[in-house]
């Protein structure tokens, strides 16, 4: 049969990025506590395209994932399934993505109630010029208390979700945990959110977030102050959006740095 894909295109325009997004596929993290969670995740793949091919050839991304997926029992190796899609399409460079949900049993301050707590979790893999770049993310919700607000006010202050997104990349011979990464972001909010909580609980986040506020901006520098000090990450980003509760827009900040 012809192969239409592979036929000359006369435009002379080389795409940066084609392929495929949107697919599900099931995936095996591997947890802190040497267990397992499998996940639901989406995945999004592409590769370049030489000015000289008409298209590329969706099906062989499903190929390889599929291949892949079956052949490594805790998820994907991402640089190993990235390196047979580009030589299987003919390609210089590609991106591998998957995002996901991950779940954390998380125990009430004071009830010590557990429940779960699901985090939105990406992992991307990236090839360019032969060099291969890891990236980790998670998107972590926390409480902020205006400190003008209570600064200002004889009585109350006014609070608000904040969430905190946050993408690494390091060196994966030294492991960085979905779940210390969690734990590192949601410190440096005014107090934690939680699944779960009795009347005790309500009354130590309330009053916690009280002693602690914070502006969208300590949130930033504090997090952003935790990962320079760790070694092991050689690159960030971080962004902090607080859906205000007494305003109709949102406070937002945002840095990104490399070391």
């Given at each position: 049969m012809k192969d239409v894909q592979s036929s000359h295109d006369t435009r002379n325009i080389d795409i940066q990025k084609v392929g495929i997004k949107h697919l599900d596929l099931p995936l095996i993290i591997q947890r802190k506590n040497s267990s397992n969670?499998?996940?639901?995740?989406?995945?999004?793949?592409?590769?370049?395209?030489?000015?000289?091919?008409?298209?590329?050839?969706?099906?062989?991304?499903?190929?390889?994932?599929?291949?892949?997926?079956?052949?490594?029992?805790?998820?994907?190796?991402?640089?190993?399934?990235?390196d047979e899609i580009i030589h299987k399409l003919n390609a210089?460079?590609?991106?591998?993505?998957?995002?996901?949900?991950?779940?954390?049993?998380?125990?009430?301050p004071v009830s010590g109630n557990t429940s779960f707590m699901g985090y939105d979790c990406m992992f991307r893999g990236i090839i360019q010029d032969n060099d291969y770049k890891f990236i980790l993310g998670v998107q972590v919700p926390v409480t902020t208390l205006c400190p003008c607000s209570k600064e200002i006010s004889e009585n109350g202050a006014h609070n608000q979700r904040t969430l905190i997104?946050?993408?690494?990349?390091?060196?994966?011979?030294?492991?960085?945990?979905?779940?210390?990464?969690?734990?590192d972001i949601e410190e440096c909010g005014s107090c934690e959110v939680?699944?779960?909580?009795?009347?005790s609980d309500e009354k130590h986040v309330t009053e916690q977030a009280w002693k602690n506020p914070k502006f969208v901006e300590d949130v930033l520098r504090d997090i952003v102050l935790k990962l320079r000090a760790n070694n092991n990450i050689t690159s960030f980003e971080v962004e902090c959006e607080s859906f205000e509760s007494i305003h109709n827009h949102s406070a937002w900040a945002y840095q990104k740095e490399e070391k």
């Open positions: 969670q499998v996940v639901s995740a989406k995945a999004k793949v592409s590769v370049s395209l030489p000015r000289s091919y008409k298209g590329t050839h969706m099906s062989r991304f499903v190929e390889v994932l599929t291949k892949w997926h079956k052949k490594h029992l805790l998820g994907i190796d991402i640089k190993g399934c990235l210089t460079s590609g991106e591998l993505e998957f995002k996901f949900k991950y779940f954390i049993d998380k125990e009430a997104s946050v993408k690494i990349s390091y060196d994966e011979s030294n492991q960085i945990w979905i779940e210390d990464l969690i734990k939680y699944s779960l909580l009795k009347r």
